[in-house]
Protein backbone atom coordinates (compact mmCIF):
# COMPACT_ATOMS: atom_id res chain seq x y z
CA UNK A 1 0.00 0.00 0.00
CA UNK A 2 3.21 2.29 -0.30
CA UNK A 3 0.82 4.22 -3.36
CA UNK A 4 -1.71 5.38 -0.66
CA UNK A 5 -1.48 9.23 0.14
CA UNK A 6 -4.09 11.07 3.00
CA UNK A 7 -4.95 10.04 6.26
CA UNK A 8 -5.33 11.93 9.85
CA UNK A 9 -1.95 14.10 9.48
CA UNK A 10 -4.01 17.11 9.95
CA UNK A 11 -7.06 18.67 10.98
CA UNK A 12 -8.73 17.58 7.80
CA UNK A 13 -9.36 14.34 6.00
CA UNK A 14 -6.80 14.17 3.15
CA UNK A 15 -8.61 12.90 -0.11
CA UNK A 16 -6.51 9.08 -1.04
CA UNK A 17 -4.51 9.30 -3.63
CA UNK A 18 -2.51 7.08 -5.45
CA UNK A 19 0.95 8.98 -5.97
CA UNK A 20 2.19 7.13 -9.16
CA UNK A 21 -0.74 9.45 -10.52
CA UNK A 22 0.53 12.56 -8.98
CA UNK A 23 3.55 13.17 -10.62
CA UNK A 24 4.43 16.26 -8.13
CA UNK A 25 4.52 14.25 -4.87
CA UNK A 26 6.70 11.58 -6.55
CA UNK A 27 9.11 14.12 -7.57
CA UNK A 28 8.74 15.06 -3.57
CA UNK A 29 8.95 11.41 -2.23
CA UNK A 30 12.39 10.85 -4.73
CA UNK A 31 13.94 14.01 -3.05
CA UNK A 32 13.10 13.51 0.54
CA UNK A 33 12.20 9.85 0.90
CA UNK A 34 9.11 10.71 2.18
CA UNK A 35 5.42 12.59 1.60
CA UNK A 36 5.50 15.20 4.21
CA UNK A 37 2.14 15.92 6.11
CA UNK A 38 2.42 19.56 5.05
CA UNK A 39 1.63 18.40 1.59
CA UNK A 40 -0.30 15.07 2.71
CA UNK A 41 -2.73 17.51 4.38
CA UNK A 42 -3.79 18.89 1.23
CA UNK A 43 -4.48 16.26 -1.21
CA UNK A 44 -7.90 17.82 -1.25
CA UNK A 45 -6.49 20.02 -4.10
CA UNK A 46 -3.93 19.05 -5.97
CA UNK A 47 -3.76 21.53 -8.00
CA UNK A 48 -2.86 23.93 -4.64
CA UNK A 49 0.14 21.35 -4.30
CA UNK A 50 1.54 21.73 -7.77
CA UNK A 51 1.30 25.60 -7.41
CA UNK A 52 3.23 25.57 -3.64
CA UNK A 53 5.54 23.12 -4.99
CA UNK A 54 6.48 25.48 -8.13
CA UNK A 55 6.96 28.54 -5.62
CA UNK A 56 8.90 26.88 -3.04
CA UNK A 57 11.00 25.78 -5.60
CA UNK A 58 11.88 28.77 -7.74
CA UNK A 59 11.94 30.51 -4.05
CA UNK A 60 13.90 27.81 -1.93
CA UNK A 61 15.23 25.24 -3.56
CA UNK A 62 16.56 27.08 -6.79
CA UNK A 63 20.14 28.86 -6.34
CA UNK A 64 19.95 32.56 -6.47
CA UNK A 65 21.51 35.30 -5.09
CA UNK A 66 21.40 34.37 -1.68
CA UNK A 67 22.38 30.45 -0.70
CA UNK A 68 20.28 27.67 -0.10
CA UNK A 69 22.34 27.97 3.56
CA UNK A 70 20.86 31.16 3.85
CA UNK A 71 17.27 30.41 2.62
CA UNK A 72 17.42 27.89 5.31
CA UNK A 73 18.40 29.52 7.75
CA UNK A 74 15.75 32.41 7.54
CA UNK A 75 13.05 29.85 7.37
CA UNK A 76 14.60 28.82 10.71
CA UNK A 77 14.83 31.95 12.35
CA UNK A 78 11.05 33.20 11.39
CA UNK A 79 9.31 29.77 11.90
CA UNK A 80 11.13 29.58 14.91
CA UNK A 81 9.67 33.33 16.43
CA UNK A 82 6.51 32.88 14.83
CA UNK A 83 6.27 29.31 16.97
CA UNK A 84 5.50 26.59 14.38
CA UNK A 85 6.82 24.04 15.60
CA UNK A 86 5.86 21.96 12.36
CA UNK A 87 8.17 24.29 10.09
CA UNK A 88 10.81 24.14 12.80
CA UNK A 89 11.27 20.42 12.91
CA UNK A 90 11.05 19.86 9.08
CA UNK A 91 13.80 22.03 8.24
CA UNK A 92 16.22 21.22 11.05
CA UNK A 93 16.39 18.11 9.31
CA UNK A 94 16.49 19.16 6.11
CA UNK A 95 19.26 21.20 7.01
CA UNK A 96 21.25 17.75 7.97
CA UNK A 97 19.66 15.92 5.52
CA UNK A 98 21.94 18.56 2.62
CA UNK A 99 25.14 18.12 4.78
CA UNK A 100 24.77 21.61 5.40
CA UNK A 101 28.14 22.75 7.60
CA UNK A 102 27.87 25.10 10.47
CA UNK A 103 26.21 25.09 13.63
CA UNK A 104 23.24 22.82 14.82
CA UNK A 105 20.14 23.94 13.24
CA UNK A 106 18.25 24.32 16.27
CA UNK A 107 20.62 26.36 17.45
CA UNK A 108 20.18 29.08 14.72
CA UNK A 109 16.21 28.38 15.03
CA UNK A 110 16.58 29.62 18.75
CA UNK A 111 19.31 32.07 18.88
CA UNK A 112 21.58 32.66 15.77
CA UNK A 113 23.18 35.58 17.79
CA UNK A 114 25.48 33.62 20.35
CA UNK A 115 26.08 31.17 17.42
CA UNK A 116 29.83 31.75 14.84
CA UNK A 117 28.12 32.53 11.87
CA UNK A 118 29.57 35.36 10.11
CA UNK A 119 28.75 38.83 11.08
CA UNK A 120 27.43 39.49 8.07
CA UNK A 121 25.39 36.38 7.70
CA UNK A 122 24.01 37.72 11.85
CA UNK A 123 23.13 40.90 10.17
CA UNK A 124 21.03 39.45 7.12
CA UNK A 125 19.03 37.04 10.17
CA UNK A 126 18.38 40.04 11.91
CA UNK A 127 17.24 42.10 9.33
CA UNK A 128 14.84 38.86 8.55
CA UNK A 129 13.41 38.23 12.00
CA UNK A 130 12.56 42.27 12.40
CA UNK A 131 10.74 42.21 9.49
CA UNK A 132 9.15 38.80 10.52
CA UNK A 133 7.99 40.35 13.79
CA UNK A 134 7.60 44.32 13.39
CA UNK A 135 7.32 44.84 9.33
CA UNK A 136 6.02 48.45 10.21
CA UNK A 137 9.70 49.22 11.51
CA UNK A 138 11.63 48.31 8.76
CA UNK A 139 13.23 51.33 7.38
CA UNK A 140 15.08 52.64 4.44
CA UNK A 141 18.22 52.64 7.09
CA UNK A 142 17.98 48.64 7.26
CA UNK A 143 18.67 48.37 3.65
CA UNK A 144 20.92 50.26 3.80
CA UNK A 145 22.93 48.67 6.36
CA UNK A 146 22.68 45.16 4.74
CA UNK A 147 23.92 46.90 1.90
CA UNK A 148 26.87 47.96 3.93
CA UNK A 149 27.18 44.07 4.92
CA UNK A 150 27.94 43.70 1.09
CA UNK A 151 24.56 41.99 0.14
CA UNK A 152 22.97 43.42 -2.51
CA UNK A 153 19.78 44.55 -3.41
CA UNK A 154 19.11 40.68 -5.06
CA UNK A 155 20.17 39.17 -1.68
CA UNK A 156 17.84 41.87 -0.11
CA UNK A 157 15.04 41.38 -2.29
CA UNK A 158 15.03 37.22 -1.80
CA UNK A 159 15.43 37.54 2.17
CA UNK A 160 12.19 39.87 1.93
CA UNK A 161 9.89 36.84 -0.11
CA UNK A 162 11.80 34.31 1.72
CA UNK A 163 10.61 35.82 4.85
CA UNK A 164 6.91 36.05 2.55
CA UNK A 165 7.19 32.14 1.93
CA UNK A 166 8.10 31.24 5.00
CA UNK A 167 5.24 33.16 7.02
CA UNK A 168 3.10 31.39 4.60
CA UNK A 169 4.81 28.18 5.18
CA UNK A 170 3.71 28.56 9.28
CA UNK A 171 0.53 29.58 8.27
CA UNK A 172 -0.84 26.85 6.71
CA UNK A 173 0.83 24.40 8.92
CA UNK A 174 -1.04 26.04 11.99
CA UNK A 175 -4.64 26.52 10.02
CA UNK A 176 -4.28 22.63 8.62
CA UNK A 177 -3.05 21.50 11.81
CA UNK A 178 -0.09 19.91 10.50
CA UNK A 179 1.21 16.91 12.60
CA UNK A 180 5.23 17.19 12.33
CA UNK A 181 6.68 14.53 10.48
CA UNK A 182 9.61 13.65 13.34
CA UNK A 183 10.08 13.85 16.83
CA UNK A 184 9.09 17.43 17.90
CA UNK A 185 9.61 17.43 21.90
CA UNK A 186 12.77 19.42 21.61
CA UNK A 187 12.12 21.82 19.33
CA UNK A 188 8.13 22.58 20.95
CA UNK A 189 10.21 22.39 24.26
CA UNK A 190 12.24 24.97 23.53
CA UNK A 191 9.51 27.10 21.92
CA UNK A 192 7.45 26.46 25.21
CA UNK A 193 4.70 24.29 23.13
CA UNK A 194 2.84 21.71 24.29
CA UNK A 195 4.52 18.64 22.61
CA UNK A 196 2.86 17.08 19.50
CA UNK A 197 2.70 13.18 19.07
CA UNK A 198 5.66 11.63 18.28
CA UNK A 199 6.10 10.79 14.65
CA UNK A 200 8.67 7.43 13.57
CA UNK A 201 11.77 7.10 12.32
CA UNK A 202 11.73 8.54 8.57
CA UNK A 203 13.84 7.14 5.61
CA UNK A 204 15.15 10.62 3.52
CA UNK A 205 16.91 10.54 0.58
CA UNK A 206 18.68 13.56 -0.89
CA UNK A 207 19.18 14.20 -4.19
CA UNK A 208 22.66 12.82 -3.51
CA UNK A 209 21.04 9.04 -3.67
CA UNK A 210 22.90 8.69 -0.45
CA UNK A 211 20.34 7.49 2.09
CA UNK A 212 20.65 8.94 5.64
CA UNK A 213 18.91 7.05 8.27
CA UNK A 214 17.00 9.68 10.66
CA UNK A 215 16.22 8.31 13.94
CA UNK A 216 13.18 10.82 15.89
CA UNK A 217 13.99 9.14 19.19
CA UNK A 218 17.48 10.74 19.21
CA UNK A 219 17.31 14.77 18.75
CA UNK A 220 20.75 16.02 19.47
CA UNK A 221 20.28 19.20 22.28
CA UNK A 222 21.01 22.19 21.73
CA UNK A 223 24.33 23.25 22.32
CA UNK A 224 24.67 26.17 24.59
CA UNK A 225 27.57 28.82 24.04
CA UNK A 226 28.43 30.26 27.27
CA UNK A 227 31.41 32.70 26.96
CA UNK A 228 31.43 32.49 30.73
CA UNK A 229 31.76 28.70 30.95
CA UNK A 230 35.70 28.80 31.09
CA UNK A 231 35.68 31.35 33.72
CA UNK A 232 33.24 29.37 35.84
CA UNK A 233 35.01 26.19 35.70
CA UNK A 234 38.04 28.33 37.31
CA UNK A 235 35.91 29.10 39.87
CA UNK A 236 34.57 25.84 40.33
CA UNK A 237 38.30 24.86 40.84
CA UNK A 238 38.97 27.74 43.90
CA UNK A 239 40.29 30.68 41.83
CA UNK A 240 38.89 33.49 43.40
CA UNK A 241 40.06 35.45 40.69
CA UNK A 242 37.93 34.15 37.93
CA UNK A 243 34.77 34.76 40.04
CA UNK A 244 36.13 38.42 40.72
CA UNK A 245 35.76 38.92 36.79
CA UNK A 246 32.62 37.13 36.60
CA UNK A 247 31.24 40.34 39.33
CA UNK A 248 33.03 42.68 37.19
CA UNK A 249 31.23 41.34 33.88
CA UNK A 250 27.39 40.88 35.50
CA UNK A 251 27.32 43.33 38.29
CA UNK A 252 25.64 46.05 36.44
CA UNK A 253 22.89 44.14 34.49
CA UNK A 254 22.51 42.52 37.66
CA UNK A 255 21.97 45.77 39.56
CA UNK A 256 19.51 46.89 36.65
CA UNK A 257 17.61 43.89 37.11
CA UNK A 258 17.14 44.55 40.63
CA UNK A 259 16.24 48.41 40.17
CA UNK A 260 13.20 46.88 38.07
CA UNK A 261 11.66 44.77 40.28
CA UNK A 262 12.59 47.26 44.01
CA UNK A 263 12.40 50.21 41.86
CA UNK A 264 14.75 50.98 45.14
CA UNK A 265 18.51 52.03 44.70
CA UNK A 266 19.30 51.29 48.25
CA UNK A 267 17.72 47.54 48.30
CA UNK A 268 19.12 47.15 45.05
CA UNK A 269 22.45 47.63 46.32
CA UNK A 270 22.16 44.97 49.04
CA UNK A 271 20.57 42.42 46.85
CA UNK A 272 23.60 42.79 44.51
CA UNK A 273 25.49 41.60 47.38
CA UNK A 274 23.27 38.82 48.17
CA UNK A 275 22.92 37.44 44.63
CA UNK A 276 26.73 37.57 44.50
CA UNK A 277 27.42 35.79 47.47
CA UNK A 278 24.52 33.22 46.88
CA UNK A 279 26.00 32.80 43.42
CA UNK A 280 29.38 32.39 45.18
CA UNK A 281 27.75 29.31 47.70
CA UNK A 282 26.12 27.28 44.72
CA UNK A 283 28.27 27.58 41.61
CA UNK A 284 29.67 24.13 42.23
CA UNK A 285 26.50 22.80 41.30
CA UNK A 286 26.09 24.62 38.27
CA UNK A 287 25.98 22.34 35.65
CA UNK A 288 26.19 24.70 32.57
CA UNK A 289 22.65 23.80 31.35
CA UNK A 290 21.64 27.31 30.90
CA UNK A 291 24.22 30.54 30.43
CA UNK A 292 25.78 31.37 33.86
CA UNK A 293 24.24 34.48 32.93
CA UNK A 294 20.25 33.12 32.55
CA UNK A 295 21.23 31.30 35.94
CA UNK A 296 22.83 34.36 37.57
CA UNK A 297 19.70 36.74 36.76
CA UNK A 298 17.45 33.98 37.81
CA UNK A 299 18.79 34.46 41.16
CA UNK A 300 18.48 38.40 41.40
CA UNK A 301 15.14 37.93 40.22
CA UNK A 302 14.04 35.66 43.12
CA UNK A 303 16.03 38.02 45.38
CA UNK A 304 14.28 40.81 44.43
CA UNK A 305 10.73 38.85 44.65
CA UNK A 306 11.76 38.34 47.97
CA UNK A 307 12.08 41.84 49.20
CA UNK A 308 9.21 42.87 47.71
CA UNK A 309 7.27 39.92 49.53
CA UNK A 310 9.15 41.26 52.65
CA UNK A 311 7.57 44.99 51.82
CA UNK A 312 3.91 43.11 51.32
CA UNK A 313 4.29 44.86 47.89
CA UNK A 314 1.45 44.15 45.84
CA UNK A 315 3.08 43.93 42.50
CA UNK A 316 3.33 40.74 41.40
CA UNK A 317 5.73 38.65 39.25
CA UNK A 318 3.82 35.46 38.97
CA UNK A 319 0.30 34.85 37.36
CA UNK A 320 -1.49 33.37 40.63
CA UNK A 321 -2.71 36.63 41.21
CA UNK A 322 -4.28 36.38 38.11
CA UNK A 323 -3.26 39.37 36.38
CA UNK A 324 -2.84 37.93 32.79
CA UNK A 325 -6.48 37.45 32.33
CA UNK A 326 -7.15 41.36 33.28
CA UNK A 327 -8.68 43.78 30.52
CA UNK A 328 -6.56 44.76 27.71
CA UNK A 329 -4.33 47.58 27.70
CA UNK A 330 -5.93 50.20 25.80
CA UNK A 331 -3.66 52.99 24.66
CA UNK A 332 -4.87 56.68 25.11
CA UNK A 333 -1.91 58.41 23.89
CA UNK A 334 0.35 56.50 21.99
CA UNK A 335 1.73 58.78 18.68
CA UNK A 336 3.17 58.15 15.72
CA UNK A 337 6.98 57.43 16.20
CA UNK A 338 9.61 55.21 14.98
CA UNK A 339 11.75 52.84 17.35
CA UNK A 340 11.20 49.58 19.71
CA UNK A 341 12.13 50.55 23.33
CA UNK A 342 15.71 49.09 22.81
CA UNK A 343 16.76 51.02 20.05
CA UNK A 344 15.60 54.16 22.10
CA UNK A 345 17.80 52.37 25.00
CA UNK A 346 20.69 53.00 22.36
CA UNK A 347 20.59 56.47 22.65
CA UNK A 348 22.27 58.16 25.77
CA UNK A 349 20.23 61.32 25.53
CA UNK A 350 17.06 59.22 26.19
CA UNK A 351 18.49 56.67 28.86
CA UNK A 352 17.07 58.31 31.65
CA UNK A 353 13.96 59.14 30.21
CA UNK A 354 13.28 55.46 29.41
CA UNK A 355 14.55 54.17 32.55
CA UNK A 356 12.49 56.25 34.63
CA UNK A 357 9.37 55.50 32.81
CA UNK A 358 9.88 52.04 33.22
CA UNK A 359 10.62 51.89 36.73
CA UNK A 360 6.67 53.00 36.74
CA UNK A 361 5.35 49.66 35.35
CA UNK A 362 3.96 46.69 37.13
CA UNK A 363 6.57 44.63 37.88
CA UNK A 364 5.66 41.84 35.89
CA UNK A 365 6.02 44.25 33.17
CA UNK A 366 8.67 46.41 33.66
CA UNK A 367 10.95 43.37 34.43
CA UNK A 368 10.08 41.57 31.42
CA UNK A 369 11.00 44.64 29.44
CA UNK A 370 14.40 44.80 30.89
CA UNK A 371 15.33 41.88 30.08
CA UNK A 372 14.55 41.22 27.10
CA UNK A 373 14.44 45.10 25.24
CA UNK A 374 17.08 46.70 27.45
CA UNK A 375 19.49 43.44 28.81
CA UNK A 376 19.12 41.27 25.41
CA UNK A 377 18.31 38.11 26.50
CA UNK A 378 16.66 36.35 24.11
CA UNK A 379 13.07 35.66 24.43
CA UNK A 380 13.86 32.01 25.72
CA UNK A 381 16.44 33.00 27.82
CA UNK A 382 14.07 35.31 29.40
CA UNK A 383 11.09 33.33 29.46
CA UNK A 384 13.65 30.91 30.98
CA UNK A 385 14.29 33.33 34.12
CA UNK A 386 10.88 34.35 34.66
CA UNK A 387 9.68 30.41 34.86
CA UNK A 388 6.76 31.33 32.20
CA UNK A 389 6.28 30.36 28.73
CA UNK A 390 7.41 32.17 25.35
CA UNK A 391 3.38 32.63 24.52
CA UNK A 392 3.17 34.34 27.94
CA UNK A 393 6.07 36.34 27.84
CA UNK A 394 5.51 37.67 24.49
CA UNK A 395 1.92 38.45 26.32
CA UNK A 396 3.69 40.63 29.00
CA UNK A 397 6.25 42.24 26.03
CA UNK A 398 3.37 43.82 24.20
CA UNK A 399 1.60 44.78 27.14
CA UNK A 400 4.70 46.44 28.61
CA UNK A 401 5.69 47.80 25.71
CA UNK A 402 2.33 49.43 24.87
CA UNK A 403 2.36 50.95 28.47
CA UNK A 404 6.08 52.17 27.81
CA UNK A 405 5.43 53.91 24.26
CA UNK A 406 2.33 55.85 25.90
CA UNK A 407 3.97 56.96 29.16
CA UNK A 408 6.96 58.53 26.63
CA UNK A 409 4.75 59.55 23.87
CA UNK A 410 4.14 62.69 25.24
CA UNK A 411 7.61 63.88 25.70
CA UNK A 412 9.28 61.93 23.15
CA UNK A 413 6.63 61.81 20.62
CA UNK A 414 8.25 64.04 18.15
CA UNK A 415 12.02 63.79 18.83
CA UNK A 416 11.81 59.63 18.87
CA UNK A 417 10.59 59.83 15.20
CA UNK A 418 13.78 60.24 14.40
CA UNK A 419 15.67 58.03 16.14
Not at 159 to 177: D, E, H
Not at 266 to 293: M, T
Not at 389 to 416: H, I, N, Q, T
Request: proline fraction near 4%; charged fraction near 25%; charge should be negative.
Amino acid sequence: MAGSVGGMMSYLNGAPVDEKDFPTLLDIKAAFGFIPNFFRAQTLRPDLIDAEVGLIGTILLKEGALTRKQKEYIFLVCSADNLSTYCVTAHCEIVRMLGIEGPEPEQIALDHTVTNIPPAEKALLDFAVKLNNHPRDVRREDIVALRECSFGDEHILETVIMVGLTKFANFVSFGLGTVPDFDSSTISGQLGLDRVSDQPKKELNPSSGNSVLINESVVSRVLVIDEDADLVTRTQTGELDAFDELVHRHQQRIYRTLMAITRNPDEAEDGLQNVFLKAFQHIGGFQGASKFVTWLTRIAINEGAERLRVRTAVDSLGEEEGLEDEAPFRPRDVRAWGGNPEEMYSKAELKHKVEQELLKLPAKYRIAVMLRDLQQFTTEETAEILKIGVPALKSRLLRGRLMLREALASSLGRRAANV
